[in-house]
C-alpha cells in the first residue's frame, strides 16, 4: 500500500530581505497540516502560501531543519533551497556569550525558552508589569 501524502508541497528558503528569517511557500490542494506543523515549529502565516519565521537568536535554519524533518515525517513533501542548505550546515559560535559552559544544544534550549517568552509578550499572552535590577540579575513580574 502507497504511503499516504497531505497533498501539500512545502518549500523553504532564505526570506529576501531578511537574512537571518526562513521562508515557507505551501502549495498543494490540501496545504491545513503541513501548515499547522510549520505554525508549531514558529513560523507565522502572512497570506494563504506564505509563512515566515523570524527568531531572535537568529537561530531560524536550525529550526527550519526540525520543522522540514517533522513534515518529512509525516510524508509532506519539503523542499529546502540550496541557500537555506548552506545555512542550516554553516558553522556558528556566538560571541561573547554569557555561559561559556553551555554546549551548543545547551545554548539553543536556553535561546529557545528565551523566543517563548518573547512570543508570548509579543502576542499578548505575557504582560510585563514591572522588572527591577536584583544586584547582578534582572527580575520581571508579569501575568
Not at 62 to 73: D, V
Amino acid at each position: 500500500m502507497p504511503t499516504p501524502t497531505t497533498d501539500a508541497h512545502v518549500r523553504l528558503d532564505i526570506h529576501p530581505t531578511h537574512p537571518s528569517a526562513v521562508t515557507a511557500t505551501v502549495t498543494g490542494p490540501r496545504p491545513h497540516v503541513a501548515r499547522a506543523l510549520l505554525t508549531a515549529y514558529g513560523f507565522e502565516a502572512t497570506n494563504e502560501h506564505t509563512l515566515v519565521m523570524a527568531r531572535i537568536d537568529h537561530e531560524e535554519p536550525y529550526w527550519a531543519e526540525k520543522a522540514a524533518q517533522a513534515m518529512t515525517a509525516d510524508h509532506i513533501t519539503t523542499e529546502i533551497s540550496p541557500r537555506l542548505r548552506e545555512a542550516i550546515d554553516e558553522e556558528w559560535t556566538w560571541a561573547n556569550y554569557p555561559m561559556p559552559w553551555c554546549s551548543r544544544e545547551e545554548i539553543r534550549e536556553v535561546s529557545n525558552e528565551a523566543q517563548k517568552v518573547h512570543d508570548d509578550i509579543r502576542h499578548g499572552r505575557l504582560i510585563i508589569h514591572a522588572h527591577a535590577d536584583d544586584s547582578s540579575i534582572v527580575v520581571a513580574v508579569g501575568t
